[in-house]
């Protein structure tokens, strides 16, 4: 900073783009509000049909968060430039105020060329002490320089790294102010200095990597600095050198490593989402380096030998957590799976002898796996970023190559997981905050699922690691289940706003729920989603009788057919496998079923639209809720809920011998009746249906026990069973 220009600078100009910026956030929060409470939640309540469904709502929910992202950088921006503009005012009054001193010291101050300054006794004689005061002088206004410069220089390049993240759009990174940007940028630069070299690294100093990373592993500028300064190449090699060095850690060293490696994927998951040029070079170079065998000698352990991996398995042991750049994952997916699938032989055959070779020593992951399959990594990438599991799944190949796979590898929970993601929408494990409409692309995923599964063959894919995940995704789409096995009325009772709201055959989606309910977990999830739909759809028709064209008599006893029908699959599906002399115990059964009801409560108790998404056809929602946000699909649902987690628990040898024989089947037909029954009666009581309690209660007894009747010869006519 030259001494002339912030001794007579003028911030005026400063100070109008701060007035200028200030207005822009005030404009862009406003567009933003409207954007989210006008054009989404109309374009969300909208029945689309045709191309509309898919992109026209993709292209609105989109442009919805960019207008939230221009909010979060323009904000960013003025903070930035506010903070600078007082810290350079703050330092030029310093700076005439040190002048000012040293004039009543007799020394005068005055610029030199070049930006400089000159400091020099005004008097004669010279004072005694003038060399001292000058000294002083000089080192006070110097200080002052830096100070400003390193403002304005900080600032500049906080300023430029934000602009830099996006290349189309807006940045998500917030800043309160300019040292907290500045702050981000310099200890990133600091954190990849410490990364440069695995084995110079002290344990004081991983601590502190570690703790770094954990604080920032969710900051953009952060995580785009770290992954920039760090480089693809040395990126890898970091990792491959780490799990060599601390291959075989235990307890305390163990969970520190765990936690740095979970705090290292999130943020190279952060820093992808950047597309400054450096990052983009960064992705770019990461996939080439995919075939490239990355190799880590271990000094502690000479005669082991060198650990030797690829970069597939490096990077793919990198990607647990966070959420990955969906068009990274995209390109770095298709180099991956091009190598996954060249093995010859049937679909996902022979590919685990690709990645693990006999006596291996090769372990990038800290815990239960190896790392060794990339696709195990990169399936769980695919978990937490929807958007990239619909794209890779979309592509027929590759969803029966992946799907197939897992009779021969152990990537199960992470295929599972990430086609979950893909027909849902949402990550695993996320609950979601807006509705979240099937395209058309989810739901043909999602009917070669049900195609799948529903193969003589397709029982051997649901095991305890993937049947929670296929019984969640059932559990997505009831609505357009109940049409499939309904069929007739289903266009006016069981209502959905997917692109594509019959994707299943009857007998798929038949077969698909019992092989499912063969896992204890995926039963769980399937009885959830069911009493959920059932209630809501209840509370639906009753609340609004005008949503069928008929009487709601008729509605009413369609929904509790259907309930009746589903519940019986899976009760006949879990006494066919005996699932009930295999009940874990008691208290791991009741602490699963209430993890699960928690999970369902939370996205119910979100709001309308989210609970909704989930598990209630959003059309009904739309035409229920109209202007008013009354509560629908909230409180009845989240009492059925109650009712399975409360009504249902696990007792004692009796209730597990109860699972394993007809008393056991009679159980569930009462309790399916029960819950049916009572999420009626609760509707009936909260919108005040003049409908008569009584009868109502014994069309739904009627109903259910129709439908259950129904599922044993259902199943009878599609499915070979052991009862039969």
Not at 510 to 534: C, H, K, M, N
Request: charged share 25%; no cysteine; net charge negative.
């Amino acid at each position: 900073m030259d001494l002339e220009a912030l001794r007579h600078g003028n911030f005026a100009t400063l100070g109008t783009a701060i007035n200028d910026w200030s207005m822009m956030v005030k404009q862009l929060k406003a567009l933003e509000t409207r954007a989210r409470d006008d054009m989404r939640a109309k374009a969300q309540r909208a029945n689309w049909a045709g191309v509309n469904a898919t992109v026209s709502r993709e292209f609105i929910t989109k442009t919805v968060g960019e207008f939230s992202d221009a909010v979060a950088q323009a904000t960013s921006i003025l903070n930035i430039l506010r903070d600078t503009r007082d810290e350079l005012v703050k330092h030029r009054d310093d700076l005439n105020q040190a002048i000012d001193r040293a004039w009543k010291k007799k020394l005068t101050v005055v610029g030199v060329a070049g930006g400089g300054f000159k400091v020099y006794v005004n008097v004669h004689p010279e004072p005694p002490d003038s060399e001292q005061a000058m000294k002083g002088v000089v080192d006070e206004l110097q200080g002052i320089l830096d100070r400003a410069t390193t403002s304005d220089s900080t600032a500049a390049r906080a300023l430029t790294a934000l602009a830099n993240q996006a290349d189309h759009g807006f940045s998500s990174a917030k800043y309160a102010d300019r040292d907290s940007a500045a702050d981000a940028l310099e200890k990133a630069a600091d954190m990849a200095a410490l990364a440069k070299d695995a084995k110079k690294l002290t344990p004081e100093q991983l601590a502190e990597l570690n703790r770094t990373l954990a604080q920032h592993k969710n900051d953009e500028l952060f995580a785009a600095e770290f992954a920039t300064k760090l480089g693809a190449r040395n990126t890898l090699q970091f990792w491959a050198d780490m799990s060599s060095l601390h291959l075989g850690a235990r307890d305390s060293e163990l969970h520190q490593l765990q936690d740095f490696q979970e705090n290292l994927s999130t943020t190279l998951a952060t820093a992808t989402l950047s597309d400054a040029d450096g990052m983009t070079a960064w992705k770019r170079q990461v996939i080439e380096e995919g075939t490239k065998v990355y190799t880590s000698d271990n000094p502690a352990h000479p005669t082991r030998g060198p650990m030797s991996a690829m970069g597939f398995q490096v990077m793919s042991s990198l990607m647990g957590q966070g959420k990955y750049d969906a068009e990274f994952l995209d390109a770095y997916g298709k180099k991956l799976l091009k190598a996954d699938m060249a093995p010859t032989g049937g679909a996902g055959m022979n590919t685990n002898d690709l990645w693990k070779a006999p006596n291996q020593l090769t372990d990038l992951v800290f815990g239960e796996e190896d790392g060794q399959d990339p696709m195990v990594g990169f399936m769980k990438a695919l978990s937490h970023n929807p958007e990239a599991a619909t794209n890779t799944f979309a592509d027929k190949e590759v969803f029966k190559h992946s799907l197939e796979s897992i009779r021969y590898t152990d990537r199960d929970a992470a295929v599972a997981g990430a086609l979950e993601a893909a027909v849902l929408g949402t990550a695993v494990g996320e609950v979601p905050s807006e509705p979240v409409p099937r395209s058309t692309t989810q739901a043909e995923i999602m009917r070669m699922v049900t195609e799948t599964i529903a193969q003589p063959d397709g029982a051997s894919l649901v095991t305890k690691e993937t049947g929670e995940h296929f019984g969640r995704m059932a559990s997505g789409y009831m609505p357009e289940i109940n049409r499939a096995l309904y069929g007739e009325a289903r266009n006016s009772v069981f209502l959905t706003d997917s692109a594509d709201p019959d994707p299943f055959s009857q007998t798929d989606v038949g077969r698909f729920l019992y092989e499912v309910a063969q896992d204890p977990d995926g039963a769980r999830q399937i009885r959830f989603g069911e009493s959920i739909y059932t209630a809501s759809s209840l509370e639906a028709h009753i609340a609004n009788p005008s949503l069928y064209d008929g009487e709601t008599k008729e509605a009413i006893t369609y929904i509790a057919k259907n309930a009746g029908l589903i519940e019986g699959i899976v009760a006949h599906s879990e006494a066919d496998a005996q699932i009930g002399s295999e009940l874990g115990s008691e208290k791991e059964e009741n602490d699963a079923r209430k993890r699960t009801g928690d999970f369902m409560k939370a996205i119910i108790g979100v709001g309308i639209g989210a609970g909704a998404a989930a598990l209630v056809p959003q059309t009904v929602a739309g035409a229920v809720i109209g202007a008013t946000a009354s509560g629908y699909f909230g409180g009845i649902s989240g009492m059925a809920v109650d009712r399975l987690i409360d009504g249902r628990q696990a007792d004692g040898a009796l209730d597990r011998a109860l699972y394993a024989t007809g008393k056991g089947l009679d159980a569930h037909l009462e309790s399916a009746t029960l819950q049916t029954q009572d999420s009626a009666m609760d509707a009936l009581k909260l919108h005040r249906s003049d409908l008569p309690p009584d009868a109502t209660q014994h069309w739904i007894n009627d109903a259910v026990r129709q439908g259950w009747t129904n599922s044993d010869s259902f199943l009878e006519d599609r499915h070979k069973r052991p009862s039969a």
